[in-house]
């Protein structure tokens, strides 16, 4: 039986009031608000096996943010109705490393932050590395799944979509309403361009500079991708035969 939409949201808010839209919700009976508490700076609120580390560079967490379960932050800001899911990382430091002249491992300095903007939601253990070069960005109404690992110095616009178990190497720029579907890798220093949507399992070798839909690996147009699927399975069908 059809239901109107007035009559839909009565029912919805009979389960109590949504604090904002576009944003999961952590006020479930599940998860009991005696466990969380305010953080000092900045008004969002965190779980009690959270870490933040009081000692280190300055951590902001905006007004009705929440930090889940066991969340390490640090060297980060964190804007306005963000979720943060459980066993998140955010400020650590970047993988940058350097052979000294002696042959020894180096590791380069990792000063800057990660800042992540409002309404954005990370899903659980997700890791954002902070910057050395230039701080790590998540634009405004991001949205990041599961096991999610952005490396440092990575700027990502507003509105962008990454899915499960995409990896996002060094220093890349991507652009507002990308769209990454599951395990898609991006190498380091690449831009993406706004509006560009990524199929799963794709890897991005070199700047994408134009709108639309990419596959394969090395990503190229979906339907030069869809091209080349087709003629590979050609082939092996004459060979078999």
Known sequence: MAISVKRLYHLISLKGPTKHFGVSNYSASSTSQIEYSKWNNGGGTFHK????????????????????????????????????????????????????????????????????????????????????????????????????????????????????????AGSVTMGDYVTLGGRVAIRDHVSIASKVRLAANSCVTKDITEPGDYGGFPAVPIHEWRRQVACRYRISKKAIL
């Open 49 to 168: 096996s959270a870490c933040i580390d009081p000692t280190g560079p300055e951590v902001t967490v905006g007004h009705s943010t929440k930090i889940g379960y066991n969340v390490g932050l640090i060297n980060c800001r964190i804007g306005d109705s963000c979720v943060v899911h459980h066993g998140v990382c955010i400020g650590q430091d970047g993988f940058g490393f350097f052979v000294d002249d002696k042959g020894n491992m180096m590791k380069k300095p990792q000063l800057l932050n990660a800042v992540i903007g409002n309404h954005v939601e990370i899903g659980a253990n997700t890791c954002i590395d902070r910057g050395s070069w230039r701080d790590t960005v998540i634009g405004d109404h991001s949205k990041l799944d599961n096991l999610v690992q952005i490396g440092h110095n990575v700027v990502i616009g507003k509105g962008c979509m990454l899915c499960g178990q995409v990896g996002i």
